[in-house]
């Protein structure tokens, strides 16, 4: 009996869609089971805010409420910081443990694999998200409308990428005892750099003048953008940088594994 192509290419894609679905699950209960992770993912943004986002949350920032402004500052450092850690330092020890290994061999292509990864990078760094916002609106009174909770989330949701990218090129390029230094010694100057962590307008020129250079500067302009703060560039040129850095990162990242293949 022949099989048709157009019934191949369904077998196809819902074994795909399965091996999806499998290794999203395994890939979040790993992640909510790993407290070292998980706690710090969902109280430091908690931390930071309480720090500088509850004392400023009178003032003004970008012609919008300062508090409100910052709480969408610590949201994107909540992401970038699970995409990075929760993604790229993951990849470094399952690479050390063999897991990585064995999952390369599995039938499911590099895509679903990847794809995998980052929806579950995605679906905790809205956690963590949800858990700032719930926690400025009960403590700070600072409540998100639904609307612009909604709009604030697809614009930072999907600019994870970027940020996943180069955590799954950390991984695969240093080993897992270096691997949490020097994501800190990339993502904090970064954050600092970018806005995110204190506003451009009270730091030095220089760091001005660096900052449209960074993904994280871009991908804080899409928050703040979001919540109605005036930015600094059209919409679409921040996610031409975003997606130029994606590309960046995703060459580099099969430069890190052909690399390591060649070495095998």
Do not use: C
């Not at 300062?66 to 995409?83: Q, W």
């Not at 600092?192 to 991908?219: C, E, K, Q």
């Amino acid at each position: 009996m022949t099989v048709s192509p157009l019934a191949q290419t369904a077998s196809r894609s819902t074994s795909s869609l399965h091996a999806f679905a499998a290794l999203a699950r395994a890939e979040i209960i790993r992640l909510l089971r790993n407290r070292a992770y998980l706690v710090p993912a969902l109280l430091l943004p908690i931390l930071f805010f309480s720090l500088w986002g509850l004392p400023n949350a009178d003032g003004k920032l970008g012609g919008v409420n300062a508090g409100l402004y910052l709480l969408v500052s610590y949201a994107a450092y909540a992401l970038i910081s699970t995409s990075i850690f929760g993604f790229g330092v993951a990849v470094a020890s399952e690479r050390s443990s063999g897991w990585w290994r064995q999952l390369r061999i599995t039938p499911a292509a590099p895509a679903v694999l990847l794809g995998a990864k980052i929806t579950a990078s995605m679906l905790m760094g809205l956690l963590s998200v949800s858990a700032l916002a719930l926690f400025a609106g009960l403590v700070g009174h600072l409540w998100l409308g639904v609307g612009t909770f909604f709009n604030v989330l697809v614009h930072l949701l999907p600019g994870m990428v970027p940020f996943a990218l180069l955590g799954l090129a950390l991984g695969l390029s240093v080993g897992p005892e270096a691997a949490g230094g020097v994501a800190n010694l990339i993502v904090l100057p970064m954050l600092f750099a970018s806005g995110i962590f204190l506003p451009l307008d009270v730091a030095p020129a220089f760091v001005r003048t660096l900052a449209p250079y960074l993904p994280a500067y871009h991908y804080g302009q899409l928050g703040w953008a979001a919540l109605g703060a005036q930015g600094t560039g059209a919409e679409w040129v921040h996610w031409a940088w975003l997606a130029g850095y994606a590309a960046a990162f995703l060459l580099i990242a099969r430069w890190a594994a052909g690399r390591r293949e060649q070495r095998r």
